[in-house]
């Protein structure tokens, strides 16, 4: 079953993730992550030329050093992450998961953008953003850091999501 938590107040970045990888090692250790359609502006060089393509494929371990060095904030953009033993060639068959085309996250029962993913994150226009998560200790966790992330689904049902 999947979990999912949406981030709208209480943080002064809702799409900020080094936070994540800082306390929660599992990211960085257990999973790679397929970045796609990143809108984000890095200062550091090198983090922009990789964030500027679709999409990137990068380890955890990778994106968690990259965090910690300079924890930018996202302003569209999808998060995918994958067990280790899944290639990028197996993730990549599929379309690139697209914010603006997130339909899964918004109608009951939620789904991943990229059927692979085990974990989501998902950024849109600063204001918001959403976890998914297969693992429910991984989800407690995120809750325990965000305490104002609502549950995804009673937000679907609730009137202030004008997107149902």
Not at 20 to 23: D, G, I, P, T, V
């Given at each position: 079953?999947?979990?999912g938590l949406i981030l709208r107040r209480g943080e002064p970045f809702y799409s900020a993730f080094g936070k994540?990888?800082?306390?929660l090692p599992q990211l960085s250790t257990q999973y790679n992550w397929l970045i796609s359609h990143p809108q984000c502006y890095p200062q550091t060089p090198d983090f922009a030329k990789i964030l500027e393509e679709s999409h990137a494929w990068l380890t955890g371990k990778q994106l968690a050093e990259m965090l910690r060095q300079e924890d930018f904030q996202w302003i569209w953009g999808v998060l995918s992450a994958f067990p280790t033993t899944v290639s990028p060639e197996a993730v990549l068959r599929f379309p690139l998961p697209d914010g603006e085309n997130a339909a899964a996250y918004w109608h009951n029962p939620i789904a991943f953008l990229h059927p692979l993913a085990e974990?989501?994150?998902?950024?849109?226009?600063s204001s918001y953003t959403v976890f998914l998560g297969k693992s429910a200790p991984?989800?407690?966790?995120i809750s325990r850091?965000?305490?104002?992330?609502e549950d995804l689904e009673e937000y679907n049902h609730s009137e202030e999501n004008s997107s149902c």
């Open positions: 079953m999947i979990k994540l990888f800082e306390n974990v989501e994150f998902g950024a849109f226009d991984l989800m407690e966790e850091l965000y305490p104002l992330a």
